[in-house]
T-cell receptor, first 110, second 115 residues
Framework: DAKTTQPNSMESNEEEPVHLPCNHS???????IHWYRQLPSQGPEYVIH???SNVNNRMASLAIAEDRKSSTLILHRATLRDAAVYYC???????????FGTGTSLTVIP | DGGITQSPKYLFRKEGQNVTLSCEQN?????MYWYRQDPGQGLRLIYY???????QKGDIAEGYSVSREKKESFPLTVTSAQKNPTAFYLC??????????????FGDGTRLSIL
């Protein structure tokens, strides 16, 4: 199973962009990169996912390195509601099993 | 609104008791999952089901059992064999299992504690 490495915590000022990094040096060619976020005492919420090309949606952007060994989740303007634990996840080649690490706890400063 | 409903939100178990956690989805998803989360940790997979009447062990299945008699329901039983059951339990579903690019939709969890 492929593993991901993320910083334990990050801080951002409100209304500024946030770049959350993830390293996945053992990624295989068919592994998708998923990002989820979790608020205390709630289930994780889907943010974005991609394979090779950069992806954008209404919540965030996902920038994937050319060699796919790292990726960055970009929140364009952080709000207080974006304070959460962000998980970078790779899926197993054989199916849709997610492998969660400990994630990055994002604090947004007003 | 489609989604996943987990009940109860809080559950207490006495030593030696089995307890069952409910998970229902109305998203018409084929695949369902159970995860366990301990404080400050990520989620770990207990069991998953690709389709009705089928389920497979995940990474930490010992002390747990599941059934999948209906597409919309995937209950988890925490048996007395699970020696450290205190945790936050999360149920999820996805359209299918095949292919590894399908978002999982999560419920709001059940917090289980031992009396």
């Amino acid at each position: 199973d492929a593993k991901t490495t993320q910083p334990n915590s990050m801080e951002s000022n409100e209304e500024e962009p946030v770049h959350l990094p993830c390293n996945h040096s053992t990624i295989s060619g068919t592994d998708y990169i998923h990002w989820y976020r979790q608020l205390p005492s709630q289930g994780p919420e889907y943010v974005i996912h991609g394979l090779t090309s950069n992806v954008n949606n209404r919540m965030a952007s996902l920038a994937i390195a050319e060699d796919r060994k790292s990726s960055t989740l970009i929140l364009h303007r952080a709000t207080l509601r974006d304070a959460a634990v962000y998980y970078c996840i790779l899926t197993d080649r054989g199916g849709n099993q997610f492998y969660f690490g400990t994630g990055t706890s994002l604090t947004v400063i007003p | 609104d489609g989604g996943i409903t987990q009940s109860p939100k809080y559950l207490f178990r006495k030593e030696g008791q089995n307890v069952t956690l409910s998970c229902e989805q109305n998203l018409n998803h084929d695949a369902m999952y159970w995860y366990r989360q301990d404080p400050g940790q990520g989620l770990r997979l207990i069991y998953y089901s690709q389709i009705v009447n089928d389920f497979q062990k995940g990474d930490i299945a010992e002390g747990y059992s599941v059934s999948r008699e209906k597409k919309e329901s995937f209950p988890l039983t925490v048996t007395s064999a699970q020696k450290n059951p205190t945790a936050f339990y999360l149920c999820a579903s996805s359209i299918g299992w095949q292919g590894n690019n399908q978002p999982q939709h999560f419920g709001d969890g059940t917090r289980l504690s031992i009396l």
